[in-house]
């Protein structure tokens, strides 16, 4: 019976940590360690083994464990006596460290389940044994040195309810597999910022340089006119030479004056045109290099006040796509440097997470209506939809920033 119980947990605990369509890192392993007891039930410290299987969740806030353990512990009165002592369990666990990042995870654990318990009579010496509901807590870790692999470390201290007294203490180590969760593997091989910076802000300036240069050439056309006048005071005496010379000068000068008038007119209304470019579309050539400047080099300050602009300069009835969450300008960084090709329309808005820490909310591009939102979130790169992380589309006018329009 306590063999199919422990088979049965076990296969519970796989069962649980095999879920893919939960966040976070899943894992399933071996537990093994050593169980004291107390001493009411005269029972020696034995050997503990079983298997455990479970996951945290997306930001490393909590997690849920399934174990199954079992011992055969000797008899401190009855000599060679040794009683079978199985235990299940379920744990929730809640984490001591915030970052979602980090391979580390220390946690604090409560949990309820059964467990053998034994009494020994000492006039008889006849020792009973019967299942027991019983509540524990824990204190200890999980780490994930490299990918697919997981170990820890686990205290834990249990206390019977059908035997009042009769308490046990375990520790154990851990030792299994993982899955899911890598995001802190990717982000650390973040040096991929080289190639965005490949800055084309200065191709645009060098593309807007041509339009002076013209400007030079008409202004310098109207010199000609200033030449026929000084030939017609001078050459009156000799009218041979007047009647043959003087009217090709005057002829050519009447086409380059009409040539010149219609270049000259038509410069004037390229010049409005460029200044009416800072519109809301026009803010994102201006203000885009400096964005994606603030993101690399992690100054939240200035990143926070040009996604503020970015997005005060979108009409409120328009949608963007919120790719994630984050917690570390680290993390903001390495996003950039997950879009391969092009200059990403990246910006970033605060927002208040538990513990009141302020977490940055990482924005792309902005679209007419929610259809077109939702294309832009299906062809994000890879990179976001790790660890359970989903883009979705999300309102300008929902973002709180908004307010201060």
């Known amino acids: 019976m306590q063999i199919r119980l422990l088979a049965t947990c076990s296969a519970l605990a796989a069962s649980l940590a095999g879920q893919d369509s939960a966040p976070g890192f899943k894992w399933v392993g071996a537990r093994a360690g050593s169980m004291s007891f107390d001493p009411q039930e005269r029972m020696k410290a034995a050997p503990l083994l079983g298997a455990q299987g479970g996951l945290v969740f997306d930001e490393q806030r909590y997690g849920l464990s399934l174990e199954a353990l079992s011992s055969r512990p000797e008899s401190a009165l009855v000599t060679n006596r040794k009683v079978s002592h199985t235990l299940a369990s379920v744990t929730l666990m809640t984490g001591l460290s915030g970052d979602h990042g980090s391979p580390f995870w220390p946690y604090f654990g409560l949990g309820l389940g059964s467990a053998t318990a034994a009494k ?8 009973s044994t019967g299942m027991t509901a019983e509540a524990h807590a824990s204190l200890g870790f999980l780490h994930r040195p490299v990918r697919g692999l ?55 300036a060098a593309a807007a340089a041509p339009p002076p240069r013209p400007l030079p050439v008409v202004v310098a056309a109207p010199p000609p006119p200033p030449a026929p006048p000084p030939p017609a005071p001078v050459r ?18 009447v086409p380059r004056a009409v040539s010149v008038a219609p270049a000259a007119k038509a410069i004037p209304p390229a010049a409005p045109a460029l200044a009416t470019l800072p519109s809301s579309k026009g803010s994102i050539g201006s203000s885009l290099a400096e964005r994606l400047d603030a993101l690399r080099r992690e100054d939240m300050a200035k990143a926070l006040e040009l996604g503020r602009a970015r997005i005060l300069a979108i009409p409120a009835h328009y949608w963007t796509v919120r ?83």
């Open 236 to 253: 009156p005496p000799t009218r041979p030479i007047l009647v043959v010379e003087a009217p090709p000068p005057q002829v050519p000068p």
């Open 150 to 204: 997981i170990w820890g470390a686990e205290g834990r201290y249990l206390v019977t309810f059908s035997y009042p007294g009769l308490n046990a203490f375990q520790g154990t180590v851990l030792l299994g597999l993982t899955w899911g969760g890598q995001r802190a593997t990717r982000r650390s091989e973040a040096p991929p910022p080289p190639p965005a910076e490949t800055a084309p802000p200065p191709a645009p």
């Open 120 to 127: 020994t009579a000492p006039s008889t010496l006849v020792i």
């Open 323 to 405: 790719l994630e969450v984050a917690n570390l300008p680290s993390t903001l960084k390495s996003a950039v440097g997950a879009f391969p090709t092009g200059e990403p329309d990246l910006f970033i808005a605060p927002i208040q997470v538990q513990g009141g820490k302020t977490a940055y909310q990482l924005f792309l591009g902005e679209y007419p209506s929610k259809i077109a939102a939702e294309r832009a979130a299906r062809a994000v790169p890879p990179f976001f939809l790790e660890g359970g992380n989903r883009p979705k589309p999300v309102p300008i006018a929902g973002i709180p920033v908004k307010a201060n329009r």
